[in-house]
């Protein structure tokens, strides 16, 4: 969630031939007003998922609602985004990914609005879940939009690393800006911010410099609705077993297994499959994504249940709970030079392996300090090592699956990853919250163990793979 997402799901792989039939176009100047514009736009989309964390406590006494109410504004926009995240791609290609992009912000102004003046949990709820579709459409868009802008691989890369560095500010500015702007003016406002930012990005990105064709590819919205149907049941039944609602629990889960039934059934007789069969034979693939899935499960399920904690058990306010988490954010802006030059001089496996231990310990340590009631200075310990951990895998692990994946399939092994990690984050937030919803000491504990837990088997697959 937290770096460069990889090129669009199915899309052009970066360098590759335009499609008006020419080898190469002439290079044109830099365009860095629409750089930021789309640059921007992410932020946005990443401003959105870590803003809200601080957020919750006031959220739930002012909508009166519990912690599955949570849950379900966390993961209403995260089920919708990483679902639609296989076929955003395609839909950018068929149509124009500039076209799209600004649809996506459009919408996401607008909805973030309506986010802000939501009068109950249904209709937030609601509302996120179209804010997940645009954003969506925004991300491989943007990657298109950058391959438009600038056609030479070497100016591509630096302006990808741009995009990357004001993109990714998000997730350390997210938590603190969050806390002050729900101290000045409640939850609300949290939304509310999205309004000039999206009118900002419109705005950058209105000229011709960053128009792409429209494409011929086929999109198949009856698995992409299945793949949603999934994912959303699989939720729901996560969910409920946080309250304990186990006749609820059934009922989700057998719908869960015939909605996943009928996606695979649609994907062997569909002409445009949304998992592409060659991609997932890939030597090393299916582990790149196990560890994907699994560090967005730990981030994004530490985002939601850590901002819980400090609340009840350290009484921290919500600008002070903002300030708690930099000891997890700061790895993000600090360690990411140091982990392309590893991936640059010894490869991906390195760091994913490295990381993959960090976030092993960090979980350990986090579920150590919440079922002891440790104070501040033991979660420092399990922030940074979780945050070092994150910082060193996905930097990498973009390198490590799109490396493994077939000849040609570059674009879908990246959109591929970034559903994967979206699903994981999802899973992440109704698996942690169901078990932080079993009460205190114990379900906390173990909601902050498990993502250890996934981390160390994920991380092992992928050293036993790789070294093959």
Avoid: K
């Avoid at 919408?107 to 579709?133: D, T």
């Avoid at 997210?174 to 409640?186: R, S």
């Avoid at 693939?285 to 981030?299: E, P, S, W």
């Avoid at 960090?362 to 501040?376: D, E, I, M």
Wanted: a positive charge; proline letters at 6%.
């Amino acid at each position: 969630m937290t770096t460069v997402e990889s090129p669009s799901p199915g899309g052009r792989a970066a360098g590759a031939a335009p499609p008006d039939g020419h080898t190469a176009r002439p290079e044109r100047p830099g365009h860095p007003v629409a750089l930021l514009g789309i640059s921007l736009g992410y932020f946005m989309v990443l401003l959105d998922m870590t803003v809200l964390s601080v957020a919750e406590p006031d959220l739930a006494a002012s909508l009166h609602t519990s912690v599955a109410g949570l849950q379900w504004a966390t993961t209403g926009y995260t089920v919708v985004f990483g679902a639609l995240l296989l076929t955003a791609g395609a839909v950018a290609d068929r149509h124009g990914a500039h076209r799209v992009f600004r649809a996506g912000v459009a919408v996401f102004g607008l909805g973030s609005l309506l986010c802000a003046l939501a009068p109950a949990l249904w209709a937030l709820v609601g509302v996120r879940a179209v804010l997940g579709a645009a954003a969506a459409a925004c991300v491989p868009a943007s990657m298109a939009m950058i391959a438009r802008l600038y056609p030479d691989p070497a100016r591509r890369t630096r302006a990808v690393a741009t995009w990357a560095a004001v993109s990714g500010a998000a997730v350390a500015a997210g938590p603190i800006a969050g806390g002050a702007l729900v101290e000045l003016a409640g939850w609300r406002a949290i939304f509310l911010v999205n309004v000039p930012l999206a009118l900002l990005v419109l705005a950058t990105t209105a000229g011709r410099a960053v128009a792409c064709p429209r494409g011929e590819r086929r999109v198949d919205w009856t698995a992409q609705l299945a793949v949603c149907a999934t994912l959303a049941l699989l939720t729901d039944a996560l969910i409920a077993a946080g309250s304990e609602s186990w006749a609820h629990v059934a009922v989700s889960a057998v719908a869960t297994v015939l909605a996943g039934a009928a996606f695979a059934l649609r994907e062997r007789r569909s002409a445009a499959p949304v998992l592409d069969p060659a991609l997932l034979r890939g030597r090393g693939v299916r582990t790149g994504l196990a560890v994907g899935a699994a560090v967005n499960f730990a981030l994004t399920g530490d985002l939601f249940v850590l901002p819980l904690l400090l609340r009840h058990d350290h009484h921290l306010g919500p600008i002070a709970s903002g300030l708690a988490f930099l000891p997890l954010t700061l790895p993000f802006a600090l360690n990411p030079p140091l982990t392309g030059r590893i991936v640059a001089r010894r490869g991906p496996r390195a760091p994913i392996t490295a990381g993959a231990a960090l976030l092993t310990a960090g979980g350990a340590v986090l579920g150590w300090a919440a079922w002891a009631g440790a104070g501040y200075g033991v979660l420092v310990l399990g922030l940074l090592l979780t945050g070092f951990g994150v910082s060193f895998v996905l930097p990498a692990l973009a390198a490590a699956v799109i490396g493994a994946a077939p000849e040609g399939t570059a674009g879908s092994a990246g959109g591929v990853l970034n559903a994967a990690r979206q699903t994981g984050a999802t899973l992440g937030v109704a698996a942690m919250g169901a078990l932080t919803g079993l009460g205190a000491p114990a379900g906390p504990a173990a909601a902050l163990l498990l993502p250890a837990v996934l981390c160390a088997a994920a991380g092992v697959w992928f050293a036993r793979v790789s070294s093959r």
